[in-house]
């Protein structure tokens, strides 16, 4: 059966059509230190069987975790040698404990994982602006790993991370979401209504623009492909 890799990735909001809407669960580490605990930028805490680390900067932080799930299948390795032998799965999180962005590599999560997730319908939404600089530390933090020196046991695990920059764009940042949040609270001017040739009072005609899409509850908006990830 071909695996399916799936990043989803999960950003607070207000009703702002963005690419994710919301955090979602939180750590199921309860070791992991504050803030102040860490120094300026990475921060690798742990190396054996995965790679666990945080990337501060000044009085904010994010947290990540990697995972190494089934084997690869042959067929991938033999198509393309630099697969990993495992389908790397990882995790982000902000300095409050939300994942807001996952990694899947095959067909399932660690069970925590997906708890934790299930768990964040019942908790509050992010800020937007909050979240945009979240991933602009996660940006950085991947930047980072590409230089980092990691036992060779955990390189896919590193490989795996150091990717992730790829899944920032600048839409997500906070230049681009501050500007959206500021035209979301700009109320938009009313059409009157007017009056149809007999006299009589005609309808107010519709604001909503044509293929506008609204949403009243968070969401998570996931990209596929049909590869597992390097």
């Not at 607070?12 to 963005?18: C, D, E, S, T, Y």
């Not at 000044?58 to 033999?78: M, S």
């Not at 764009?169 to 009313?190: C, G």
């Not at 149809?196 to 998570?220: E, L």
Request: positive net charge.
């Amino acid at each position: 059966m071909l695996k399916t890799l799936r990043s989803a990735v999960v950003l607070g909001a207000v009703g702002l059509l963005m690419a994710c809407s919301v955090g979602c669960g939180g750590s199921s580490d309860t070791s992991r230190p504050a803030v102040t605990e860490l120094r300026e930028g990475l921060n690798i805490l742990k190396t054996e069987g995965a790679i666990v680390g945080a990337y501060r900067k000044g009085d904010r932080a994010i947290y990540f975790e990697t995972r190494a799930g089934e084997k690869t299948l042959d067929v991938y390795r033999n198509l393309d040698p630099s697969l990993p032998e495992h389908e790397m799965d990882l995790r982000v999180m902000d300095d409050s404990g939300r994942t807001f962005y996952v990694q899947q590599g095959g067909d399932t999560l660690p069970e925590g994982w997906e708890k934790d997730i299930a768990a964040e319908a019942s908790r509050p939404r992010v800020d937007p602006v909050r979240r945009a600089d979240d991933f602009g530390l996660m940006k950085e933090a991947a930047l980072a790993m590409e230089s980092a020196d990691v036992p060779v046991a955990v390189k896919a695990h590193k490989v795996s991370f150091a990717a992730t920059k790829l899944g920032v764009r600048d839409d997500m940042l906070r230049p681009a979401v501050e500007k959206a949040v500021r035209r979301s609270a700009t109320p938009r001017p009313t059409t009157p209504s007017s009056s149809t040739a007999s006299g009589s009072s005609g309808a107010s005609p519709s604001t909503r623009r044509p293929g506008a899409t609204s949403t009243a509850s968070s969401g998570t908006t996931a990209s596929t492909a049909t590869a597992p990830r390097a």
